[in-house]
T-cell receptor
Framework: EPEVTQTPSHQVTQMGQEVILRCVPI?????FYWYRQILGQKVEFLVS????????KSEIFDDQFSVERPDGSNFTLKIRSTKLEDSAMYFC??????????????FGSGTQLSVL | GNSVTQMEGPVTLSEEAFLTINCTYT??????LFWYVQYPGEGLQLLLK?????DKGSNKGFEATYRKETTSFHLEKGSVQVSDSAVYFC???????????FGPGTRLSVLP
């Protein structure tokens, strides 16, 4: 089965620093998502991205967050000035067809972000 | 708004026991329903799905039936194995570019 690849698997950073999390979507997928999961808590939606622009974002996705697909392959999540509460597992997910309700999401294995 | 509620965990069972994890949803339209599983140290993987009322999704011995009248999608397995130990997430998707809404997850531990 095709895979979504995320790097790095673990990222440790100091509070206030910028981090960039990277995702390589499945090649023919068009719709991209970032989710996060704080340890022991639910999976939370951050943002969705289609046709090189944000389609939807949650209230978590404030001005400190941004996404882009700079080279047509990597899909990145940037946190400009990390806070302690940003510590979480960040998952990239992709799907092929945005219009199909039954089209499943393919998830990457996640990046564990630890803000010290 | 759209939301998913799951039974609180953790759930601890002996091998070969019967499993039920309850899931109910609230949705503004006609969602597709999903169960995702997260094994330790891994991302979420689709376990099964159902796209309309009375559909039954099944995979690896797990089943769930889309019950519109009770807005439920309970996950069942007749005989669990140690390898089924994981966190299980119920989710819905209302479609047309909308994001998936996940429940809080239910941790299952199966003891030999």
């Amino acid at each position: 089965e095709p895979e979504v690849t995320q790097t790095p698997s673990h990222q440790v950073t100091q509070m206030g620093q910028e981090v960039i999390l990277r995702c390589v979507p499945i090649s023919n997928h068009l719709y991209f998502y970032w989710y996060r999961q704080i340890l022991g808590q639910k999976v939370e939606f951050l943002v969705s991205f289609y046709n090189n622009e944000i389609s939807e974002k949650s209230e978590i996705f404030d001005d400190q967050f941004s996404v882009e697909r700079p080279d047509g392959s990597n899909f990145t999540l940037k946190i400009r000035s990390t806070k302690l509460e940003d510590s979480a597992m960040y998952f990239c997910a992709t799907r092929m067809d945005r219009a199909a309700t039954n089209e499943k999401l393919f998830f990457g294995s996640g990046t564990q972000l630890s803000v010290l | 708004g759209n939301s998913v509620t799951q039974m609180e965990g953790p759930v601890t069972l002996s091998e070969e026991a019967f499993l039920t994890i309850n899931c109910t949803y609230t949705a503004t339209g006609y969602p597709s329903l999903f169960w995702y599983v997260q094994y330790p140290g891994e991302g979420l993987q689709l376990l099964l799905k159902a796209t309309k009322a009375d559909d039954k999704g099944s995979n690896k011995g797990f089943e769930a039936t889309y019950r519109k009248e009770t807005t439920s999608f309970h996950l069942e397995k007749g005989s669990v194995q140690v390898s089924d130990s994981a966190v299980y997430f119920c989710a819905l998707n209302i479609g047309y570019g909308q994001n998936f809404v996940f429940g809080p997850g239910t941790r299952l531990s199966v003891l030999p």
